[in-house]
């Protein structure tokens, strides 16, 4: 497209939920491109055990917690919701699709990397603040068993999963898969 | 969710291409609501006599246009592109898994309006401006057979539409059907 | 399977809505074999003009006629919805993972019978009583027209259909596809 | 729907096979209402260690084990085959797309509990008669291992698994997966 | 891919059913590049107007064809079926998923040369001989009106369409739309 | 068909990747058929730790292994690739629409003979080469972990997968399956 003087760049996520590591993440390529598509990937699944909340429900956490950041230009940002596609290899295409031209791609998941390397795109790797406990994969498991998982995120999520009933969710998803191992 | 003092809007459509019908209805639409949800529908599709532009391409005409238009608080708007379902009955269903809650739609098409009221939706019927001209219709049959459809729409839309070929595109793609038919 | 001394058939119909015409092929059927199975086919589509009703609606209009009808036996009938397949050549197939196992179909759509006859099924033709009133094209005609569609359904279609606001969706369709076309 | 003096229920199930823990709810449910919707999920799925059957041979094994009981009534019962959704949120809707309108859902299973809760409709818990034997996993598992997994199914579900050769499939299927793992 | 000695190219239709002019054009594309991918679009599709052949039918009327043209050597060639996407931004790369890497695309289709442009692909529009005869959509048309379709076809695809009914099935098909419209 | 003089056999496989088993298999396979059809299994997948290569690179690796050797007649075989179906009772169903008429199958999958088997299909199980050594699970082990992959696939094998940097993909692949099992 005509973007020459704004570079556009994608940073990728599924972002179950969101937490104060993505919102590090979306401050860290703010300062290096001029308009930022924040991809929620996996957008169709919710209610399983690695994406318990809906598309909706994320972008609301995301929109909620920006908004009341005052270090955060919400005019230089998208929220796009993407949902898989059953063939990998398209998926990247498919994302092409979805959002405006773009000449870089955040990400920290080497999958998502990988294919867009293989296309050709520039990829770049955020560097990661409290890598342990910034996990979305350790939100959601002190969500389902009791620990503290609010000092990892926005109090606009918080407030988002308990309207929601989110923990009650989480912990009826946990159960459920372990009661289909034994 | 927990919105009760400030109450989020619903604008359906297909917006191939955006025009100034549509900019007038999101701030007819930012004048009786907090937040508007402007809902890209149809968004798979695209190269078609009815939906020649992509999600992607859609996405940058609306928000180059908005972001040059004084008027309009960006921050107050979300654009979600959604796909259709092949399952009519589904569909406003999807579209609450895609977008926070809201409490309103807007939308002039009357198919629309059916599926949400037998919902029990509020729907509301914005009044349009130069329905005449001021449609997409009409602006991508003016784009095929070479009428003037610049004072249709937005100078970014103009922008962006010269900017991937689109009146090739479509000049393409009224020629294959016209050929079909034959 | 082991059906030997109770043969077993399907009637395949779209049933959009169902009236006395099926209402009479379902006899005819019950006095050819022991159990039928009424295949309610494009079972996904709803709120089209040629498939305003969904699935269970069309459901509920077939088993309560069947129910207050004396001459029916409800124990020797299933009723089973079945979506489309994308691919024509696998439809029947999907039928047989759908339904138990049959050895005749009754139908008079010559496409639906082309298609189990290139398998070697064997198909009957019933019957047809006052064809030109008694299709279910002549019958959302009527709906949408104002014309007297009540006397070619049963008296619990009418019920169905007045309950769930039937007309006012057919008209709002039959209206959409005319603003299409011109 | 104009269901006001006969309640109608959903049984939602998947019936790999069809077991007498299944038997048992099913005459509980028509103690507490009129009508009963015997839904057959996961439809489309057949061939897999946890979905050996097709929904056809499903419901030929539900319908004629009720045949033969003398407590239920066939007329106040219908079976309805669904296939999942790949969005885990649309399933509640699409049950609604197909079938008649309903007011209570029987399950022992949480998750669809809380799909249907999420929405606000009233869920029952059947009580569970033999709990460690009377249930599918157990008859599956049975099955695959030569244990004696007919002392828990209907004698019609025995005559139609035997029909079908099912011991034969389950144990390859345990088979394959078994040496996936490896 | 190590093509550097060997280009390879695609040519893109339908072959509902092949014809002599595709014959042509194979022979005219093998002059000028080493390998030539032959792919069978829309491979899905059968029992429809414009699709009445299974990709399988299609296939072997190419392969027959070819195998008795001593001016063809069928080591050069492969014949791949590909099936529409819902998405038409996708298609050309889901192409790329299903073929070797290739340097060129030969299509008379303008919609099909449109997308492979928008890549910035090379394509080559072969010259078109008996234009007016030499279609398929001639030849279904004299196919289903009793017309002199043999002429236009090689020998091997006329023994393909006699032993599997096709002429009865085009009709069929026909007479079907013929029906609809009314 | 009209296939009498010269039957026509399946061979089926996923090949990921084309290793010299395959290659055995192919040559038992047309000592027996005068035509072979080698069916490319779950086209669509690639990029994935059990199917990490696309359907275009495994049909090269094939078609290049096959035209450098000297025993075997590419024109007797066709390279078919053929996306998964969502239900595995239309799987054998969708291979018919997609390849000429068979008369028998060459798998060693046991699911494969199952399914073909229970449509009474003729299955012939060919002998396994080194049974240990030559599977494509072990393949991909040695790619991922560094072990000599290159004895037992052939040398066009090993020219593509080099060309496409395949072993940095497969070991992005485990590396990313190890993480989120943790």
Chains 1, 2, 3, 4, 5, 6 share one sequence.
Do not use: C
């Amino acid at each position: 497209m005509y973007r020459i003087s704004k570079p556009r760049g994608l940073f990728v996520g599924r972002f179950q939920p969101f937490h104060l590591g993505h919102l590090a993440t979306i401050k860290f390529a703010l300062s290096h491109i001029e308009e930022l598509v924040v991809v929620i990937g996996s957008a169709q699944k919710s209610h399983e055990i690695r994406n318990p909340f809906t598309a909706g429900e994320r972008i609301q956490m995301i929109k909620d917690s920006l908004n009341e950041d005052s270090e955060v230009d919400l005019k230089r940002i998208l929220l796009i919701p993407i949902a898989d596609v059953d063939v990998h290899s398209l998926w990247t295409h498919q994302v092409d699709n979805f959002v405006p031209s773009y000449e870089v791609v955040f990400t920290n998941d080497m999958f998502t990397r990988l294919l867009f390397r293989e296309r050709g795109m520039k990829v770049v790797q955020p560097m990661l603040i409290q890598r342990e406990e910034l996990s979305a994969t350790e939100v959601r498991s002190r969500m389902a068993k009791g620990g503290d998982w609010k000092k990892l995120v926005s109090p606009q999520t918080i407030k988002i999963v308990e309207h929601i009933n989110g923990i009650e969710r989480i912990k009826t998803i946990f159960a459920k898969v372990s009661a289909t191992n034994y």
